[in-house]
């Protein structure tokens, strides 16, 4: 689809994706406690309207709810608005979304695809990645399965997610790993280590998930909140959103406020900008349950933090002692 926002080359993919995407978690509406189908697409359609030109989701967010959601969505629309689709495999849930198992063997990702793809109601998929490290088959045999998946011309590009830099190695020596999916926050640093490095290095294309650390960076998540979260919401038994780690989280998120008055913004979308900020890092990959909240971060599309901001934000990730990693892109 056609867009008027900024766009960044995909590592060597040749795709041209918009700066942020919608991420398809919620919509599975399994871990993050109830959601509408009709929030879901109405959500989409906003996201598109607005500009965005991709999505992700996971075979493994709601038992396949999710890819259904969006299988629907994308039919509904003529060809030429239909945005990129992204989805993982490699993770089985039973039947009640619950016992994640982490399985990749041949027979099992190749069934797995073929069953995102009836989902999605699609032909071919633009990428399809690994959504996490398998405990059943060693990497090398997962990765020759999507090497073959490409070959064979069902998916257009493969990628993984969840792989730290010595797997993406592993990996590169069989075939181009073209894009990775890992966490990366004002709060969960660690990815600007060693990983997006070594991305921008070998080509490799970058979406990183959760950069508002699943709404601690919003802004508007309170201690009163996490206490009454859900029993299905993943987020209730987080370290991160109890206790001490939770009080210095939303320290973080507070001090961001003086550089969303300055720049006439929220405060998600300076948690966004400060991430899409780092070198090697093509885009961010944002939650969106409704229209609302497609509009509570599609600034960040746009929006450029000049050097006083990223100084302000690497000071005050210092002094209220949120998260690991480097401070400064």
């Known amino acids: 689809m056609k867009t008027s926002l900024p766009t960044r080359a995909f590592g060597k993919t040749g795709m041209e994706i918009t700066r942020l995407g919608v991420g398809a978690w919620a919509m599975g509406g399994n871990m993050w406690g109830p959601q509408d189908d009709a929030d879901s697409d109405a959500a989409i359609r906003h996201a598109i309207d607005l500009g965005i030109n991709w999505i992700d989701t996971a075979a493994a967010y709601g038992v396949g709810h999710s890819e259904e959601v969006i299988g629907r969505t994308l039919k509904a629309l003529p060809a030429d608005r239909r945005p990129f689709v992204f989805t993982k495999g490699g993770v089985i849930r039973d039947a009640n979304g619950q016992n994640p198992r982490r399985l990749a063997s041949r027979e099992s990702l190749r069934q797995e695809f073929e069953n995102s793809l009836k989902r999605l109601q699609v032909e071919a998929l633009d990428l399809y990645q690994v959504h996490w490290p398998a405990d059943d088959v060693p990497l090398e045999d997962y990765w020759a399965t999507m090497l073959e998946l490409k070959a064979e011309g069902k998916v257009k590009h493969i990628g993984l997610s969840n792989h730290n830099a010595e797997q993406l190695a592993r990996a590169e020596a069989m075939g181009h790993v073209e894009t990775l999916q890992p966490p990366f926050s004002m709060i969960k640093r660690e990815t600007a280590d060693a990983i997006l490095p070594w991305c921008a290095a070998h080509g490799t294309g970058v979406i990183c998930y959760s950069p508002m650390q699943a709404g601690l960076l919003t802004g508007s998540f309170t201690r009163e909140r996490a ?103």
Not at 237 to 266: M, V, Y
Not at 298 to 304: C, G, Q, R, V
Not at 309 to 318: F, N, Q
């Open 227 to 329: 206490a009454t979260l859900a029993d299905n919401d993943w987020r209730k038994s987080n370290p991160e959103f109890t206790g001490e780690r939770l009080d210095r989280n939303l320290a973080l998120a507070a001090a961001l406020q003086p550089i969303a008055d300055k720049h006439g913004t929220s405060i998600s979308t300076v948690a966004l900008t400060w991430a899409l900020a780092w070198p090697g890092l093509s885009a961010a990959i944002v939650g969106a349950r409704s229209p609302a909240q497609v509009d509570g971060w599609i600034d960040a599309a746009t929006l450029e933090l000049d050097a006083a901001d990223l100084d302000a934000i690497a000071r005050s990730i210092t002094a209220t002692g949120a998260g690991q990693g480097p401070t400064r892109p």
